[in-house]
């Protein structure tokens, strides 16, 4: 495991799942002697403050807190037309108004984060799409906090461990949820040049010299442990714990997974920007069939999220998952409906 200092004893990190988790899932995996991670990106500074109480009170092991490092983008009134037009049609179909809302549901990393972070100084902060500044940095650096990024090519993993972090995760491209993309202006450019996670992972591991932790497509101990020796110090997960009882996955998205949803295969994914404005994994819907997964009418990330809400409110109203974000990696076999901290004690079997 990555920082034996942080007296974590399994291998294993939750990873961070923003709209299907709060404290009670992290909770759980550290207190089973994981890496337990609480999404932070979609909170408010008063929400966090509440759940990383929650996790204080429950929990003396490690945890992790996530943020995005995203530069908020500027509203763009040509590519916010194109938007709105190309889904006016579906708010038709639905019946609804066709004034569409705007707002960006996702929130970089921020000094207000770091002050709220201040009072509970976490064992663990990880980042997506990069790191924040210097200065901010620094003062996790100050609590003593280990640090932590994604990295979906070797570059980034260079970049990453050239500015200091603790660990760097390796994320193959079969993971759920938001690539970690940074080092481009571009994010949807070359996603058929990314990397599966059992290719990427060794030449991370060979590129630096910082603990790796794989991610991306390992749904089992079997797959844990190929991770391990592929040469990651631990292996972050998330997709498989999306059904335990400690998971806040909507009724629409657990019958998604299950198979239960006419028309949507849990085994059938593909990263698109159409939920967000940037690439992430999910179960492929009827949104993604008909726009196509990857759209460049969809705004900047996070603006394409608050036109598709209404969407997706009036379709899980329905029982149906047609507009919903549906996250989940290529290997949804691992989910299951038990105790996550019986989950995270089958993923390492027999290391």
Not at 277 to 282: F, H, I, K, L, T
Request: with cysteine; glycine share 10%; net charge negative.
């Amino acid at each position: 495991m990555f920082g034996a200092d942080l007296s974590v004893s399994l291998p294993i990190i939750q990873a961070p799942m923003a709209g299907v988790q709060d404290a009670a899932l992290a909770i759980a995996v550290s207190n089973a002697g994981g890496l337990g991670s609480l999404p932070c990106a979609m909170l408010s500074l008063d929400a966090m403050r509440d759940e990383l109480t929650k996790i204080t009170a429950q929990t003396d092991k490690p945890y992790n807190v996530n943020f995005f490092c995203h530069a908020p983008p500027t509203p763009q009134a040509i590519r916010d037309k194109a938007w709105r037009d190309a889904l006016l049609p579906y708010y038709s179909q639905c019946g609804l108004q066709v004034e569409l809302p705007t707002g960006a549901g996702r929130t970089p990393f921020s000094a207000e984060h770091a002050d709220v972070l201040a009072h509970f100084k976490p064992p663990v902060v990880s980042f997506h799409f990069g790191l924040p500044s210097s200065d901010l940095l620094a003062r996790v650096r100050s609590w003593g906090s280990k640090i932590i990024s994604s990295a979906t090519t070797v570059e980034e993993a260079k970049w990453l461990a050239s500015q200091g972090v603790d660990a760097v995760i390796a994320q193959g491209v079969e993971a759920g949820g938001h690539r970690g993309i940074f080092l481009t202006d571009d994010p949807c450019a070359d996603i058929d040049k990314q990397m599966g996670t059992f290719a990427l992972l060794p030449q991370i591991v060979r590129a630096i010299d910082i603990p790796v932790i794989a991610a991306g497509g390992i749904a089992d101990a079997a797959g844990v442990r190929a991770a391990m020796a592929l040469g990651a110090s631990a292996v972050q997960i998330g997709t498989v714990y999306l059904l335990c009882p400690e998971a806040t996955t909507s009724k629409v998205h657990r019958a998604a997974l299950m198979g239960g949803l006419a028309g949507i295969d849990p085994q059938v994914t593909a990263l698109t920007n159409l939920f967000t404005g940037r690439p992430a994994r999910g179960i492929v819907n009827r949104l993604t069939r008909e726009m196509g997964s990857i759209n460049r009418a969809a705004p900047e990330f996070p603006l394409a999220t608050a036109a598709i809400a209404p969407l997706r409110a009036w379709a899980e109203a329905q029982g149906l998952g047609d507009f919903s974000p549906l996250w989940a990696g290529q290997n949804t076999t691992g989910c299951k409906a038990i105790a996550a901290a019986d989950l995270t004690r089958e993923l390492v079997q027999g290391l």
